[in-house]
């Protein structure tokens, strides 16, 4: 079973920050939070990970609070080609391992 | 750098048929996973494969299914007797060698069979 609990869906104005949470109360001291997405039905595509500290790269934010029982996803200019379901995923340190992706939030980007 | 193949993207069989899953991880990846994906649900993790070891197949099906990573060549995922409820999408990912390190995994865009 999924580690994690996300909201089933969301909206987001184009142009404007999309903020996904996700609860991860069990997560272990050596488990990391990786967030992948799913466009359509394409294979899911890598976005972000992180351990304690907030991450960012060029596709998105990840801020994971101080007790790290929840994070949240930040996509900082939305575009329609950021609707997609978002996974939240809780893994160990050989992260690629075994990926338990849950139901995931179905975000939709609106014009 | 050619992200991860697999083919056949479509595959249609008949109740009873074998099924052949191909994937071609990315260069220098020597870490092979499989998932499914039935229609309307979420990812399962099949199965994991190194090059010619099989690591964790806890997600695979007691029967009909096996996969293989060998020395030379793609990774093969294999259904025999295909019956309608393998109808799915499967998809590959392959990472780096992880050590201690921890990974992404790189996906592939999928082979979606369906039984007929």
């Known amino acids: 079973d999924a580690k994690t609990t996300q909201p089933t869906s969301m909206d987001c104005a184009e142009g404007r920050a999309a903020n996904l949470p996700c609860n991860h109360s069990?997560?272990?001291?050596?488990?990391?939070v990786y967030w992948y997405r799913q466009i359509h039905s394409q294979g899911p595509q890598y976005i972000i990970h992180?351990?304690?500290n907030n991450e960012t790269n060029e596709m998105a934010s990840l801020i994971i609070t101080e007790d790290r029982k929840s994070s949240t996803l930040i996509l900082p200019h939305a575009t329609l080609r950021d609707t997609a379901v978002y996974y939240c995923?809780?893994?160990?340190?050989?992260?690629?391992?075994?990926?338990?992706f849950g139901q995931g939030t179905r975000l939709t980007i609106n014009p | 750098n050619a992200g991860v193949m697999q083919n056949p993207r479509h595959l249609v069989r008949r109740r009873g048929q074998e099924a052949r899953l191909r994937c071609s991880p990315m260069?220098?990846?020597?870490?092979v996973y499989w998932y499914r994906q039935l229609p309307e649900e979420g990812l399962k993790f099949m199965v994991y494969?190194?090059?010619?070891?099989?690591?964790?197949e806890s997600g695979m099906p007691k029967e009909r299914f096996s996969a293989e990573f060998p020395k030379e060549g793609p990774s093969i995922l294999r259904i025999q007797q295909v019956v309608r409820g393998d109808s799915a999408a499967y998809f590959c990912?392959?990472?780096?060698?992880?050590?201690?390190?921890?990974?992404?995994?790189?996906f592939g865009q999928g082979t979606r069979l369906t039984v007929v």
């Open positions: 990912a392959s990472s780096p060698r992880t050590g201690r390190m921890n990974t992404e995994a790189f």
């Open positions: 069990t997560i272990s001291g050596n488990e990391y």
């Open positions: 992180g351990l304690k």
């Open positions: 995923i809780v893994s160990g340190i050989q992260g690629a391992q075994k990926l338990v």
């Open positions: 260069k220098g990846h020597s870490h």
């Open positions: 494969l190194q090059k010619e070891n099989i690591i964790d």
